[in-house]
C-alpha cells in the first residue's frame, strides 16, 4: 500500500496516471460485480477492497478534476478530449490529462460494450447448438470471462461440432485485433497434460484451459501420491470441484443429497451440499484400496453416480468433451469389477441408455426432464444397474418425457 501511495502522488508521472487509471479501472469493475451477485463468499471482503480502493484514490480525485477543469478553460476545446498519453508530450513541461480522459475508456468497458458481444449473441443463435446449450444467456461483463463462458458452453457439444466452432470464433476474434494464445492457460490437475481451448492475446486477453499432472489434486481429497489408479478418480473430481466453483450453469442430481429433482448449484448451499458428497465418496474409495473387492466395488459405484450427477440442462452429449471425461471415470469401474470376479463373486454391471421403456426396470428413482434429448430416451445414465452375487442395486437415469 506504501508503495501504491507513493507512485500515485508522483507529479507529472505517466506511471501514476497509467496505475490511477488501473486501479479505477479495477474499482468500477468490482462495484458492477458486486451489484450482481450477493451470494458470492468474498462480497465482504471485496467492500472492503473498495474502501482501500477509494482511500488510496480520494486524495488525488479533487485535484484531477480541478487540473482537468482549468485546462477546459485554458487550452481545450469544449469538445476536444484527446487521448490520455497525447498529454504527455516532448516539452519538458507536459500537462495533466483531466479526469474525464481517464474515466472515460474505463466506464466504455464496465458499461458492457464488449468486444466479443456479437460472436456469442452469434454463438447462442446456432440453431445447431440449441439442443445442447438450450436457452442460455451469457452473464460476463468482460471480455475475458465472455470467451471463457463460450468456450464452456462448447465443452458440453459434441466435440466434432464444438470444434469447427472453436475455430470459427478465433477466426472472428482474430478480426478484432486479438490472436490464439496457447501459454496463458488456466490449469486443471489430472494424470496427463491436454489441451483443451486456446486463449487470446492482443487487444482483448483471455486465458485458455488445459489438463496438467504438474500441479496438485484439490486439497481436500488428501491424495499425496501420484502414478496409482486413484489418480483418474482424482483428476476428475479436482476438475467437478472446480468447475462448480467457476460454471454457475452446473446442476446437480445426487440422490442422497436430494432425490426428488435436479437442484442448481448457482446455490452456495446446494453447492456446498454436492461438494461435500462427492469429496466424502472419494474419501470412501480412497480407504478401500486394501479392503476386500466388493467394498471397494461399492465404494466405487458410489463415486461414479456422484461424479455423473453433476449435470448441466439440457444434459451435455455424450461425445462432447464433458460427457467423454465421465465416460473415463466410468471406464475405471471395470477394474474393480474384475478384481470381485476373480474373488470369486458373481458381478454384472450394465449402464443404462437407450428408449427409457427398456431400462426404466432396472433403475429407481428416475428423474423426468422437458429440455434436450430425445423424447422418450434417457438422457443421462446417473447410476450403473449392478448385481452383486443375489443382491440388484438399481440404477438411476434422466429421461427426456415423450
Known amino acids: 500500500m506504501q508503495h501504491l501511495s507513493e507512485l500515485l502522488n508522483l507529479e507529472d508521472s505517466k506511471l501514476a496516471w497509467v496505475l490511477r487509471l ?41 485535484e484531477v478534476e480541478e487540473a482537468g477543469n ?24 507536459p500537462q495533466k490529462p483531466s479526469w474525464e480522459d481517464v474515466f472515460e475508456p474505463v466506464l466504455a468497458e464496465v458499461s458492457g460494450e464488449l468486444k466479443l458481444k456479437d460472436i456469442g449473441e452469434a454463438l447462442l443463435a446456432d440453431k445447431e447448438l440449441s439442443p445442447y446449450i438450450g436457452e442460455y444467456q451469457f452473464h460476463s461483463s468482460n471480455d475475458a470471462d465472455l470467451w471463457n463462458e463460450m468456450q464452456c458452453l462448447l465443452l458440453r457439444v459434441p466435440e466434432k461440432i464444438a ?51 504438474k500441479i496438485n489434486f484439490d486439497p481436500r481429497l488428501q491424495l499425496q501420491t501420484r502414478g496409482t489408479e486413484l489418480d483418474i478418480l482424482a483428476g476428475i473430481v479436482t476438475i467437478c470441484l472446480k468447475f462448480i466453483d467457476m ?41 478401500t484400496v486394501n479392503a476386500d473387492p466388493i467394498t ?73 426432464l422437458d429440455i434436450g434429448g430425445v423424447a422418450g430416451e434417457v438422457s443421462a445414465c446417473l447410476r450403473v444397474y449392478a448385481k452383486i452375487n443375489d443382491e440388484i442395486l438399481p440404477g438411476r437415469v434422466l429421461f427426456r418425457s415423450s
Not at 486501479?23 to 450477493?38: N, W
Not at 426396470?361 to 423426468?368: C, E, G, M, N, P
Open 70 to 93: 482549468q485546462e477546459d478553460k485554458g487550452t481545450r476545446g469544449a469538445g476536444d478530449k484527446g487521448n490520455i498519453f497525447d498529454r504527455f508530450s516532448a516539452s519538458s513541461e
Open 247 to 287: 460454471d454457475t450453469s452446473l446442476h446437480h442430481a445426487l440422490k442422497s443429497v436430494d432425490r426428488f429433482g435436479v437442484r442448481s448449484l448457482n446455490l452456495e448451499s446446494e453447492k456446498l451440499k454436492y461438494a461435500s458428497a462427492l469429496i466424502d465418496r472419494f474419501h470412501r474409495v480412497l480407504s
Open 296 to 368: 471397494a466395488l461399492r465404494a466405487k459405484l458410489d463415486l461414479d453416480e456422484a461424479i455423473h450427477s453433476l449435470v448441466y440442462l439440457p444434459t451435455c452429449d455424450r461425445f462432447s468433451w464433458w460427457g467423454k471425461l465421465q465416460q473415463e471415470a466410468r471406464r475405471t469401474l471395470d477394474g474393480a469389477v474384475e478384481k470381485a470376479r476373480e474373488s470369486g463373486c458373481q458381478v454384472q454391471i450394465r449402464p443404462l441408455w437407450g428408449i427409457y421403456a427398456d431400462v426404466y426396470t432396472f433403475s429407481k428413482d428416475d428423474l423426468q
Open 163 to 213: 470444434h469447427f466452432r472453436r475455430e470459427q470464433i478465433l477466426a472472428q476474434a482474430t478480426q478484432l485485433g486479438a490472436c490464439e494464445d496457447k501459454i496463458s492457460l488456466r490449469q486443471l490437475a489430472f494424470n496427463r497434460n491436454e489441451y483443451i481451448y486456446c486463449g487470446l492475446k492482443g487487444n482483448i486477453r483471455a486465458n485458455g484451459l488445459c489438463l496438467s499432472d
Open 22 to 62: 488501473g486501479l479505477c479501472g479495477l474499482r468500477s469493475q468490482l462495484q458492477e460485480a458486486l451489484k450482481q451477485t450477493t451470494t458470492d463468499p468474498g462480497s465482504t471482503i471485496c467492500q472492503q477492497v473498495l474502501q482501500e480502493l477509494d482511500e488510496i484514490l480520494q486524495s488525488k480525485i479533487g
